[in-house]
T-cell receptor, first 115, second 114 residues
Framework: AQKITQTQPGMFVQEKEAVTLDCTYDTSDPSYGLFWYKQPSSGEMIFLIYQGSYDQQNATEGRYSLNFQKARKSANLVISASQLGDSAMYFCAMIPMDSSYKLIFGSGTRLLVRP | DVKVTQSSRYLVKRTGEKVFLECVQDMDHENMFWYRQDPGLGLRLIYFSYDVKMKEKGDIPEGYSVSREKKERFSLILESASTNQTSMYLC?????????????FGQGTRLTVV
């Protein structure tokens, strides 16, 4: 079965510090894509970063980086130098190739950045 | 600017009513999705369509059906609304046939069934 697990319902981080949001996934497909989305209190879903299963290097996008450990089936999001505007829900997601390219989400982590 | 538009931001319906949630995208995307979002449960896939008139069940299809008669429009139907279908409903679209395609989301419809 294909599944995304996010074990941290809520996290706090001090402004300007780094924070890691955990994500583990389960798929038997050798080809898959991993995503992180941000959902602020306004409700819109914002794409942050993508990692392909065959990518050799960890993905980075500005202050966001994805710590991809394929053998452990983990795809943790690292946010460096947290800002107040980073307070939001964060969702890890996956597209496995053998699922007709369905997009599957985890339960999310609510991040609160303290001033 | 890419756009996924859901017909209503807020809806209040009575138990037993037939409810239609509409979603339109202007990006010529093959894939369209309907999710419901509940606290602590994340986004759960209800139905997915990868082409016109093609659909697949997601994780929680019971009590729902879908229609995709045109590529740009994907409708979610609650045949007989019940209070446990009170939720936020999100529509999304993406290009087909690849694991690296970003999904674009609508603004969500908050449905309350009374």
């Amino acid at each position: 079965a294909q599944k995304i697990t996010q074990t941290q319902p809520g996290m706090f981080v001090q402004e300007k510090e780094a924070v890691t949001l955990d994500c583990t996934y389960d798929t038997s497909d050798p080809s898959y894509g991993l995503f992180w989305y941000k959902q602020p209190s306004s409700g819109e879903m914002i794409f942050l970063i993508y990692q392909g299963s065959y990518d050799q290097q960890n993905a980075t996008e500005g202050r966001y980086s994805l710590n991809f450990q394929k053998a452990r089936k983990s795809a943790n999001l690292v946010i460096s130098a947290s800002q107040l505007g980073d307070s939001a829900m964060y969702f890890c997601a996956m597209i496995p190739m053998d699922s007709s390219y369905k997009l599957i989400f985890g339960s999310g982590t609510r991040l609160l950045v303290r001033p | 600017d890419v756009k996924v538009t859901q017909s209503s931001r807020y809806l209040v319906k009575r138990t037993g009513e037939k409810v239609f949630l509409e979603c339109v995208q202007d990006m010529d995307h093959e894939n369209m999705f309907w999710y419901r979002q509940d606290p602590g449960l994340g986004l759960r896939l209800i139905y997915f369509s990868y082409d016109v008139k093609m659909k697949e069940k997601g994780d929680i299809p019971e009590g729902y059906s879908v229609s995709r008669e045109k590529k740009e429009r994907f409708s979610l139907i609650l045949e007989s609304a019940s209070t446990n279908q009170t939720s936020m409903y999100l529509c999304a679209s993406s290009t087909g046939g690849s694991v690296n395609t970003e999904a674009f989301f609508g603004q969500g419809t908050r449905l309350t069934v009374v």
